[in-house]
Nanobody, 121 residues
């Protein structure tokens, strides 16, 4: 079994900062990619940022220059540093992990339960 647990959401004023954390635990051999997605009410879930085990990153255009993703491979943890937050960043933020349970086996994607980020103007 694998658990993916996010933390750090909350209410923040526009222009402020927030740091999200996500830890994966359980039957894990290795994690290839960890990512953050978000879903606003009535909209689809979209990629925010993702990071490989080697540290390569990808960002949605809407957050480039404002958000930074990082990870601690030893702790199976990924972070999302959110700066210059805007009201349109309001959403439920979900973390995922593409991981292997055994060496040389296929990866499986696990999702966290999501954390609410609300930005007041």
């Amino acid at each position: 079994q694998v658990q993916v647990v996010e933390s750090g959401g909350g209410l923040v004023q526009a222009g402020g900062s927030l740091r999200l954390s996500c830890a994966a635990s359980g039957s894990i051999f290795s994690i290839d990619v960890m990512g953050w997605y978000r879903q606003a009410p009535g909209k689809q879930r979209d990629l925010v940022a993702r990071i490989t085990s080697g540290g390569s990153t990808n960002y949605a255009d809407s957050v480039k220059g404002r958000f930074t993703i990082s990870r601690d491979n030893a702790k199976n943890t990924v972070y999302l540093e959110m700066n210059s937050i805007k009201p349109e960043d309001t959403a439920v933020y979900y973390c995922n992990a593409d991981l292997r349970h055994e060496p040389f086996k296929s990866t499986f994607r696990y999702w966290g339960q999501g954390v609410q980020v609300t930005v007041s103007s």
